[in-house]
Each structure stands twice: as structure tokens, then as C-alpha cells.
């Protein structure tokens, strides 16, 4: 049995990415309510998730520079108190902010991305304090697996709320939500960890990481997958699918989120059998035989009856689910301690900013040429990129060879 400062660890971890994933679903809905149209919807995922292309790379700086407790607990906090001012500006009710209340959303948002961007890598990095080196890899896939359970549940929970609570109590929850995992990483015993040198400036520090990822071409290509998949699948997954459950197959909110909740079952179940999978054979082809399958099968769901959806969309998230916790465990297992945070916040930078532009792009074009040619057009193109990417394997092979 693991001893209890790990498990608050995760616990703080999960629940942490519990309110990130709310967050992104609730804006996702209240633009398309709320404020108007899918760009809305677009926007606002935009503003979540588009600090991580600002501060991703620096985020790692900072968390190699400085104590990893303070940085995480401090962020934590600051999390709680973004949380409550988006609560009011989404509350026009009470503040009278109708008309500005998608400028105040977008700037809330936008600042919770910023301080996220710092709170993953914080996470990610302090792992290594946990467990023992050759336990990284799968303690990684532990950290994806209860990242997905929270992207798998957080709309159906986003989904039971809705029927009780206005709006601005929604984004309020997060709030409390976001102390509970403050005070579970308070009491986890997080250290503050090795620091790199001082005398660095940070513009080396980021060179030394570029250094880094050019000899190692396996990692690079392994970061080059994870930016098509967020690009053309994620981002325009979580932006399209809650809108295509509502308008296209017109479910209400909570059969909405259950639906997506049945997508988000088999995203966890690939992450989790992502653990029998890892060291056999060659990542490469791995990740991109997953992600060509997971869109296909996305492609299907638009034509799809009912009550084939559901499995359809069990499966496609099975093997997204292994795509990512693959992912995630060789870039955490191949970086080196002295680079961890760098490392893990260029990871992060990817996973959390390039789905942005991912949002953005396909909810404008979902409304000039409908959300079903969006998922379409998004998936289809993963597809063709993702059979380049397993042409070019065996020349990346040849390469790192040599």
C-alpha cells in the first residue's frame, strides 16, 4: 500500500485538474448559451488554454529555479481567488455586467490559463519525490489516468450542477474545489526539491532544454505527435462535441454529458491499459496507430444512430486514452532530473496551449460551416498527418542510430 502523502498528492493533483476541465466545459457552454455562437464557445476555450503558449516554456524555468512547494502552493491559492472573480462576472445578475460579461469571462479565464500553466509542471516535477526512478513511467500513467477520470466526469458533473445551481454559483464551486486541492498539497509534504543554479541566466536555461530535444529525436517526434493530436483532436474535440451532442443529436444538457462521460469511460480505460502497453514494441507507430483509429471513429459519430454513439465514442476515447498516457510516460521517463521542469513545461505548453488554437479554429468554423463539417474536416486531417507521422519512423530510426 502506497504511504498516505502520495495519495493526498494524487488527491490534489485530481482534483485540481477537476476544476480545470470544469472550467473549460463550463465556458464552452455558457458561450454558446449564454453569450451566442460557437466562436463564443471557441474564445473562451481559447483564453484557458492559450497562456500555456505564453508561459509554458518559462513555467518550466521558474519550477527548476525555484521551490516546487512554494511555486505549487502559491499557485494553488492564487487559483482560488481567479475562481471567485469569475463567479461574479458571470453573475450579471447581481452586478449588472450583462454587456460586459464576455470581456470579463475571456480576462478571468485568461488568467486562470496563466496560473495552471504553472500548477502542472509544478505537479509533474515534484513526482520524481514520490517514487523511486524506475517507477517514474507508471506513477506518469497514474497522474494521466486521474487527469482523464477528471476530463471523462467533469461535464456529466458540470451537467448535474447545472439543473441546481445558477451560473455564477457553477464557476463558484471551483473555487472551493481549487482550496481542497491547496490544502491536500499542503499536507502531501511536497519539498521544495533541487533547484538549478542561480547563475544561469533564464534565456540559457531555455537554450540548454533546445539542446536537449535536438539529440534526441525519439522525444522530439514524440513531442511533434503530441502537438497533432491537440491540434486536430483535442482542442476541436472539446469544443465541437458538447455543441454536436445539444444542437446535432439535440440531447438536453445532462444526456449530454453523460454521453460525453461514456467517451470519457474509454479514456480512461486506454489510459489505464496504456500500463500494459508501455515497453513493448515501437512508440511510434503505437501513437500514431491510436490516434488514426481514435479519428476515424470520430468521423463515424457524426453519422452514427443513437444508439450506436455511445460506443462509438467509448472506443474512440480508448484509444486516445493510450495515445495519451504513452505520451505523457516516455517524455516524463527520457527527461533528465537536472531538466525536468523545462521538459515537462514544454510538454505542458503543447498539451495545454496548442489545443487552444485547435478550440478556436474549429469553433469558427463550425459556424460558417456547421459543427458536423467541423468534426469532419478536424479528425479527417488527423488522419492523414498521423499516416505521415508513421511513414516517417523508420527514417527517424535510421537517424537516432546512426
Known amino acids: 500500500m502506497r504511504p498516505p502523502r502520495i495519495q493526498r498528492f494524487y488527491g490534489a493533483f485530481f482534483l485540481a485538474a477537476l476544476m480545470r476541465r470544469m472550467l473549460s466545459y463550463l465556458v464552452i457552454v455558457y458561450g454558446f448559451q449564454s453569450l451566442g455562437g460557437g466562436g463564443w464557445s471557441g474564445l473562451l476555450y481559447f483564453c484557458v488554454f492559450a497562456p500555456y503558449l505564453l508561459l ?27 475562481f471567485l472573480a469569475i463567479a461574479a462576472a458571470a453573475a450579471d445578475d447581481w452586478f449588472g455586467w450583462a454587456r460586459q460579461r464576455g470581456a470579463l469571462l475571456c480576462a478571468g479565464t485568461f488568467l486562470y490559463g496563466l496560473d495552471y500553466a504553472l500548477i502542472y509542471p509544478c505537479f509533474l516535477a515534484a513526482l520524481p519525490q514520490f517514487v523511486k526512478r524506475e517507477e517514474i513511467g507508471k506513477a506518469t500513467i497514474t497522474i494521466n489516468v486521474l487527469s482523464t477520470v477528471a476530463l471523462a466526469y467533469a461535464p456529466l458533473l458540470v451537467g448535474v450542477l447545472r439543473t441546481r445551481l445558477e451560473w455564477g454559483a457553477l464557476f463558484g464551486t471551483l473555487a472551493l474545489g481549487s482550496a481542497a486541492a491547496w490544502l491536500l498539497a499542503v499536507r502531501s509534504g511536497v519539498a521544495a526539491g533541487e533547484t538549478s543554479a542561480g547563475s544561469v541566466s533564464d534565456w540559457e536555461s531555455l537554450k540548454e532544454l533546445f539542446h536537449f530535444s535536438r539529440g534526441q529525436r525519439r522525444l522530439a517526434h514524440v513531442f511533434v505527435c503530441a502537438a497533432l493530436f491537440c491540434l486536430f483532436m483535442v482542442g476541436p474535440l472539446e469544443v465541437l462535441l458538447p455543441n454536436l451532442l445539444e444542437r446535432g443529436f439535440g440531447f438536453a444538457p445532462f444526456p449530454a454529458g453523460l454521453f460525453i462521460a461514456i467517451g470519457g469511460t474509454g479514456l480512461v ?21 491510436c490516434a488514426i483509429a481514435s479519428s476515424v471513429l470520430m468521423v463515424l459519430s457524426v453519422h452514427a444512430s443513437r444508439p450506436l454513439l455511445g460506443a462509438i465514442l467509448f472506443l474512440s476515447g480508448a484509444f486516445a486514452g493510450v495515445f495519451s498516457s504513452l505520451v505523457i510516460a516516455h517524455v516524463q521517463s527520457w527527461a533528465p532530473d537536472a531538466l525536468r521542469g523545462r521538459v515537462m513545461g514544454l510538454f505542458a505548453l503543447i498539451m495545454g496551449g496548442v ?11 463550425a459556424d460558417r460551416c456547421g459543427v458536423g463539417a467541423a468534426v469532419e474536416g478536424a479528425f479527417g486531417l488527423a488522419v492523414v498527418l498521423f499516416a505521415f507521422a508513421a511513414a516517417a519512423a523508420p527514417r527517424l530510426r535510421s537517424a537516432a542510430a546512426a
Open 269 to 289: 480505460a486506454g489510459s489505464a491499459l496504456a500500463l500494459a502497453v508501455i515497453g513493448r514494441g515501437r512508440p511510434e507507430y503505437w501513437l500514431s496507430a
Open 56 to 82: 509554458g516554456l518559462y513555467a518550466g524555468v521558474i519550477v527548476d529555479r525555484s521551490s516546487k512547494r512554494r511555486s505549487l502552493t502559491l499557485a494553488l491559492a492564487a487559483a482560488e481567488g481567479i
Open 355 to 365: 489545443p487552444s488554437l485547435g478550440g478556436l479554429g474549429a469553433g469558427l468554423v
